[in-house]
């Protein structure tokens, strides 16, 4: 749900009272956790990435692959990699790596993972990289600015930046 934070109070008490405003209905909510403890977490709106601009991001890596004569998905990997804002670190039980690393390449291409030492001992540091079709507006902006910038080192025609603006925003 969208919405924007309306107003702070506290009670006597010392607990807070954070109001809301909801853009759409949210009594199913309201009906389902009325009194109960919930987990909240309020962070910046940002879109959704625009169908538009994955096209466009997997035309070029279609034709980056042809002109490097390698996999496209090994682009479009590689790429993931590369920008910074979407990955996770997570120290792992030794014993749990595998099965880790192999559920969260299950889903999808951009979906991998890397491997770390830990100063734990029995454990292991796991870089869990998310793929694209979780991006929001601005990640997605990252990665085709990457998959532009490798297309254009290889004399691949791209979009003008004021059409690759429009398209990242769209």
């Known amino acids: 749900m969208i919405g924007k934070l309306k107003d702070l109070t506290r009670n006597m008490d010392g607990t807070w009272n954070?109001?809301?405003?909801?853009?759409?209905?949210?009594?199913?909510?309201?009906?389902?956790?009325?009194?109960?403890?919930?987990?909240?977490?309020?962070k910046k709106h940002r879109e959704k990435r625009s169908l538009d601009a994955n096209a466009y991001c997997w035309k070029l890596i279609d034709q980056i692959a042809a002109e490097m004569h390698i996999d496209k998905e090994d682009v479009y990997r590689e790429a993931v990699r590369a920008i910074g804002g979407n990955s996770t670190i997570v120290c792992v039980q030794d014993v749990a790596v595998d099965a880790l690393r192999a559920g969260w390449k299950?889903?999808?291409?951009?979906?991998?993972?890397e491997i770390l030492p830990s100063k734990i001992k029995g454990c292991t540091n796991v870089i869990?990289?998310?793929?694209?079709?979780t991006y929001d507006t601005r990640q997605m902006s990252l990665l085709i600015d990457h998959v532009v910038q490798d297309a254009k080192a290889l004399g691949i025609e791209?979009?003008?930046?004021?059409?690759?603006e429009a398209m990242k925003i769209a």
Do not use: F, H, M
């Not at 954070?18 to 309020?42: F, M, S």
């Not at 869990?128 to 079709?133: C, D, I, V």
């Open 106 to 113: 299950d889903k999808g291409i951009g979906w991998q993972t």
């Open 158 to 164: 791209t979009l003008t930046p004021a059409e690759l």
């Open 128 to 133: 869990l990289y998310y793929g694209s079709s």
């Open 18 to 42: 954070l109001t809301v405003t909801i853009n759409g209905d949210c009594r199913a909510v309201w009906d389902k956790y009325r009194d109960k403890d919930v987990d909240v977490e309020v």
